[in-house]
């Protein structure tokens, strides 16, 4: 009798505690993140697989297969999160912190990078500072009479800078959305005691955005050491191959085993780098911003340094968003991809087909399925993001609750992996893994659903990144009054959590909707509509060796993310009223 | 009940004969498929190319009845999704049209993933080796090019070695071989002709190689020596051709490129052009293929699709052939009449691949690459 009453209501505090949640959580990033990444780690246990991690590690190969190729990897990664932290950084403080001129026009140009593709910062980068190495036409300096060394044009510096150009608007969306939750009565506070201006932002403000910060470091440098395109370009006319140009390469002619190793190597080593800086957010006390009182943002007066700083924002703006996509631009209404800024048409866009122009292909706009492109890659980036964010908010939540305890370690790991698992390797899995009916559960081979699911775990770490860095801004005591008054989890989550938190959320959601809308390698291995995504409509012009129009695509790309982006905006406007001017 | 048990018998005796089918398809005609082919209602093919969408449009004009699903993929995404599907028991594709034979002839073929189909009635016109271990539909090319504009008098090069030389360094450019497969397998095949290329070298140094110690071949030392010449690795055939075919270029270098992307000349200021005599070889042609997966849910509308993607009798191969005939491209048909204005095949000096014997070659010289860089 009396053991019975003790475990009724440890077990419903079992439940109200909360171990449900996670352990829901857990179940699912098991099944979404777990599973796959272990399906390739068993790939390379096979007799290949072994004789790959023999020759990745211990071979005459392993120095220009592994360790050159994991030095370049590292320095692009830390210079690229460092270079992010910097530029996003200084532009979040000025955009949302001061009262610098056009704070909205310079917000907006700082979210774009992202959304343009990084090849196009690459191709900018090279109608630039393009050298005689190749051959071919030289850029815009050596033909006004400006040699370019061959350190300036290819390899790691070029590299890096067209990657800070591309990563650095991560960073700002994310640190933004941390800096606009803290409070002016902080700042109040620490004025009316007297402090000086560096000590406030030294002081107060640095340390609450802390895990923002860390949050979009981690994310940039995976960004940098997962991408491609840029020291694809830049980088092979010198030789310099990184992990991810050569996890391609293996993966590209066959060599699979070799390409797997490669990546679970960098993710053990990204996991290292995460796990630390880990330590570093939650070996120190967590600031608590948002305690529910006045919401208002204190804005500093620049004073002399209003127009200073805005100009500088502007040529950071100018040259990272509006010079690629004036690339991108000229390069769909030239008819000669080598000579972008002449003869100019816009037949690519609108032009008949029939003529002698492009092997009389129509202009995009004329083509039938392009609209049905459209609504397909917005439905998709939409389901995409909704599913990722709900289950990111989930884990963010949960890793905050229980910072610094194992179970939020692990599972801010696990949630940070799939960023680095290439695409191909994560399709695979999933159409191995769910193609088959799975006990009662049906195949989800060529559903909407399979590609949901891969794509929500693939873009997880945003979700959760940006969840978590403004989730931990929230004060305890709200919940805690809220559950007091017998308010369940979901309606603490609806009611509380997500109204606060939804200027991260979005921002989260936001890249996930723009990773999806662009990313190709997932989309292609799993979906098998007969009507496309619009990367697929793009993938399909280059193909045919018609860049203009996939550059023309490329800028349709561009004008969803930022419709997206801009409804976002005002969605979390009409949700944070007291944010109001 | 009874009914439902004799409906049952009936069904067994008619799927009965349709299970031993699928083997006995491959002596069919067109004609003779067809009505098995529209029971099925539909085919789906992944496509190395996106001019599939126009081979759809003529295939469901001439067999109406039964839909053409086409998915253009890369070779590479082609083979990892047939593996994942089959590994978990799904049997969705029909055909694959599909190059990188090399990895298709290993991963694909010999895991009995596909099945070689010839169709008969073209059978008497390809060459053997054509038919199998894989149907060759037609030939691509990776061969040297050089830009007739700069070099009006012709190929600056006739001899492979020129490239190792002073004059070359680093003025030869090729996609990645570690990055692409054609490019490994051009290099596979330079090293699986050494006798060629010792007896190319002595014809230009006027005497014999001396190979290094770890190196097999002349074809190998080949290999080493252009990468020591600083060839220029670029990323894709685009850059390739810019920096190789721009007209206004003065002194532009050769690279290892495609044959047919000199139809582009015109429209993007290119003067690529190919250097055809060279000894010993200017590069290889390398197939693509037509096959059918293994269970392919619709066997008898598969095997249509790939009779009808041979074209018919007319020199261009009419409207099935027609999307995939650019000059530098070459039909394995021997009907199908070659463009006038490119070499004609019997002419040109490349080598053909063996997918089986580059398979087995070509993960030595994958390591030599990498460990040249």
Known sequence: ?581 | MLKKLTSAALAACFALPSLTMASDLDGLTPQQLLPLAQKEGSVTVFSLSSRIAKIEKAFEETYPGIDLIGLDMSSTKQIARVEAEQQAGVHAVDVLYIADTPVVFTKLLEGKRIVNYVPPRVANELEDRYKAPLLTQRLSTKVLMYNEKAFPDGSPVSNLWQLTQPEWQGRVLMVDPSQRGELLDLLTEIALHPDEMAAAYKAHFGKDIEVEGDLQGAGEQFIKDLFANDLILVPNSDVLNKSVGDVNAKSPPVGFGTYSDRRDNEKEGWALQIANNVEPANGILFPAVLTVADKAPHPAAARLLIDFMFGDDTPTGGAGFEPFNVPGDYATRKTIAHHPDSVKLDDLKAWTIDPAKTAAARGRIADLIITLQ
């Open chain 1, 1 to 581: 009798m009396t053991s019975l009453s003790i475990s009724a209501p440890s077990g419903s505090r079992l439940l109200r505690s909360g171990f449900l949640l996670p352990a829901i959580l857990v179940a699912i990033v098991a099944i979404l993140v777990v599973a796959p990444l272990l399906r390739i780690l068993f790939t390379t246990l096979t007799p290949e697989g072994i004789a790959a991690w023999k020759a990745v590690l211990a071979s005459p190969l392993s120095a220009n297969l592994w360790w050159r190729p994991l030095l370049n990897t590292m320095i692009l990664g830390f210079s690229v999160g460092a270079g992010c932290l910097l530029i996003g950084g200084f532009l979040a403080w000025l955009v949302v912190l001061t009262d610098v001129p056009g704070r909205r026009f310079l917000g907006l140009m700082a979210s774009l990078p992202y959304m343009i593709p990084s090849f196009a910062a690459a191709l900018a980068w090279g109608t630039l500072f393009r050298n005689s190495r190749l051959g071919g036409s030289a850029g815009f300096f050596e033909t006004s009479g400006l040699a370019i060394p061959d350190w300036l044009a290819w390899g790691l510096i070029p590299t890096a800078i067209v990657l800070i150009a591309h990563y650095y608007s991560l960073a700002y969306t994310i640190i933004a959305a941390a800096l606009s939750s803290v409070g002016a009565d902080l700042v109040e506070a620490g004025q009316m005691a007297g402090a000086k201006r560096p000590r406030i932002f030294f002081g107060i403000i640095l340390p609450v955005v802390t895990p923002a910060l860390i949050a979009a470091a981690s994310l940039t440098f995976a960004g940098a050491v997962a991408n491609f395109a840029a020291p694809a370009l830049l980088g092979l006319p010198v030789r310099m191959q990184t992990l991810s140009t050569r996890l391609f390469g293996m993966i590209e002619t066959g060599q699979n085993e070799r390409g797997f190793v490669l990546a679970l190597l960098l993710i053990a080593v990204s996991a290292l780098f995460l796990w630390l800086s880990d330590r570093i957010v939650s070996g120190r006390k967590a600031f608590i911003t948002v305690t529910g009182k006045g919401g208002r943002t204190k804005r500093f007066p620049l004073g002399a340094w209003r127009w200073p700083l805005f100009a500088i924002a502007v040529i950071i703006g100018f040259l990272t968003t509006v010079l690629p996509v004036l690339v991108l631009a000229a390069s769909s209404l030239a008819p000669q991809s080598g000579a972008v800024f002449s003869n100019w048409t816009l037949h690519f866009w609108i032009g008949e087909g029939g003529g002698e122009m492009a092997q009389g292909q129509a202009g995009i706009f004329r083509n039938p399925v392009l609209i049905d492109a459209i609504w397909n890659t917005i439905r998709l980036g939409l389901v995409v993001a909704f599913t990722t964010m709900l289950l990111g908010l989930g884990l963010a939540y949960t890793i905050v609750q229980r910072r610094g305890s194992l179970l939020a370690t692990l599972l801010s790991q696990l949630a940070f992996l799939p960023l680095l698992v290439p695409s191909i390797a994560f399709a695979a899995a999933y159409i191995a893994l769910f193609g088959a009916p799975i006990g009662p559960l049906p195949s989800l081979y060529g559903t909407f659903a399979l590609l949901v699911i891969a794509a929500s775990a693939h873009n997880l770490p945003f979700a959760v990144q940006s969840g978590r860095s403004v989730l931990g801004q929230i004060s305890a005591d709200i919940e805690e009054s809220a559950r007091l008054t017998g308010a369940g989890l979901i309606r603490r989550l609806f009611a509380i959590i997500f109204p606060l938190a939804i200027r991260g959320l979005f921002a989260g959601a936001i890249l996930v909707f723009v990773k999806m809308v662009r990313d190709l390698s997932l989309v292609v291995l799993l979906f098998t509509a007969t009507s496309p995504v619009l990367s697929m409509v793009a993938y399909r012009y280059a193909a045919e060796g018609f860049l203009q129009f996939a550059n023309a695509i490329t800028l349709v790309i561009l004008v969803v993310c930022l419709a997206a982006s801009f409804v976002a905006h005002s969605l979390q406007n009409r949700v944070q009223k007291w944010k109001a001017p």
